[in-house]
């Protein structure tokens, strides 16, 4: 129980200290308090069996039971779940109406011993059934973090299923000789485990995240010009051994130059950010959209000849330009888009882009707010680009 405790605290510490250095990460401060408490807790119930003050096994079930809140928080806030507080001291408190139903309506002593561990056992197999639900990061660590939540669940139930069956005597601690010592060791790997998983996940959210932010625009959410060039690069080449062709579509937002400086960059962020919407609505799971400038995008629909991308592209020219925009002076304003469209099986996506990027400024060229197609006598011949 000593190494049980030792153990907690330093876990405790090192995860309060990953939380002081990263403060975005906030699950891990609820996790280091939890661990102390489970520190606390263990040394108030030794002290408890030592000296045969039943004060001491109050305050120890108390702050396990609390413990096994805050563990259950962590779990929800890491998740970007909502972790109510009288979620979270509810279990505290069913352990010290356990006590009081034993000392003062006679109920047998096993109710105040086996409560905490009941609760303790609810509250980590819901962490683990949480996390186990929350796939979509692709964590490497999360899978035994889960399996050491949901093992810690049941080891508690095991225990309080043995001294409501009178295996183990109400009035001691499981020794480490019994058949249910099993509780000792795994708590240190509970603990250990835990938080150096923990952390792990933590650092590989973070390490996502940069990954994400490396390939991704950071104003739209899409992907970037780097992200786009290599994903597009990819589809390519799946086209070209599939035998399908692989559309390109070039967008630029019509006088967007002339909205930043009479509206504001605010109101040219809000109409980029619209015409995302705009494309992402009308694209399908398997198409690919970027940001290549500031108001020019691209869209690569693989599997699609010239004649559906055109039609598709106008879609999202007409739909664009019927949205309207209310400025920080209360302004309504209106704003068009000019596509390029072209569709092959290029040597590279730079060629095909080249030729969309033609067809684009044609567009420009001939009025704006329409949609052209790349034609094959353009190829090689230089565009004048307008606004």
């Known amino acids: 129980m000593a190494m049980e405790s030792f153990v907690a605290v330093l876990a405790g510490l090192a995860l309060l200290y990953g ?27 030794y002290m408890g069996s ?42 505290a408190v069913v352990s010290i109406a ?101 952390l792990t996940m933590t650092r590989e959210r973070k390490e996502l995240h940069s990954r994400r932010a490396a390939h991704t625009d950071g104003l739209t959410g899409i992907a970037n010009r780097q992200s786009f060039m290599e994903g597009a690069d990819r589809m390519l080449a799946r086209t070209k051994r599939s035998k399908e062709t692989l559309a390109v579509v070039m967008f630029d937002l019509d006088y967007f130059k002339a909205i930043n400086d009479g509206h504001g960059h605010g109101t040219g962020d809000q109409v980029i950010r619209h015409f995302v919407r705009v494309v992402r609505d009308a694209m399908r799971p398997t198409d690919l959209f970027g940001r290549i400038g500031g108001e020019e995008f691209a869209l690569a629909l693989p599997g699609v000849d010239p004649d559906i991308a055109f039609a598709r592209a106008d879609r999202i020219r007409i739909e664009f330009s019927r949205s309207s925009f209310v400025t920080v002076n209360e302004e309504v304003l209106t704003a068009t888009v000019s596509a390029g469209v072209t569709a092959g099986d290029g040597p590279t996506i730079a060629a095909l882009l080249a030729d969309a990027d033609d067809a684009l400024y044609r567009a420009k060229a001939a009025g704006r707010n329409r949609v052209m197609k790349a034609a094959a006598s353009d190829k090689g011949k230089s565009v004048l680009r307008v606004a």
């Open 50 to 91: 030592s000296s045969g003050n039943a004060a001491w096994f109050v305050v120890g079930n108390l702050s396990l039971t609390l413990a096994a809140g805050l563990g259950w928080a962590a779990i929800r806030i890491f998740t970007h779940r909502q972790a109510p507080v009288a979620l979270i001291v509810l279990g």
């Open 98 to 198: 356990a006590g009081a139903l034993v000392e003062f309506a006679g109920l047998p002593r096993v109710l105040s011993i086996a409560a905490p561990l009941v609760v303790g056992c609810i509250y980590y197999a819901a962490a683990g059934v949480t996390l186990w639900r929350d796939n979509a990061e692709k964590l490497a660590a999360r899978i035994p973090m889960t399996v050491l939540l949901l093992v810690h669940a049941v080891v508690l139930g095991g225990e309080a299923l043995g001294y409501f069956a009178g295996a183990q005597d109400v009035g001691e601690l499981i020794p480490i000789a019994n058949a249910f010592g099993v509780v000792h060791y795994e708590s240190i790997v509970f603990t250990i485990g835990t938080a150096a998983f923990f």
């Open 19 to 45: 939380w002081w250095q990263s403060r975005d990460a906030t699950a891990l401060l609820p996790w280091g308090v939890s661990c102390i408490l489970i520190s606390f807790g263990i040394y108030d119930l």
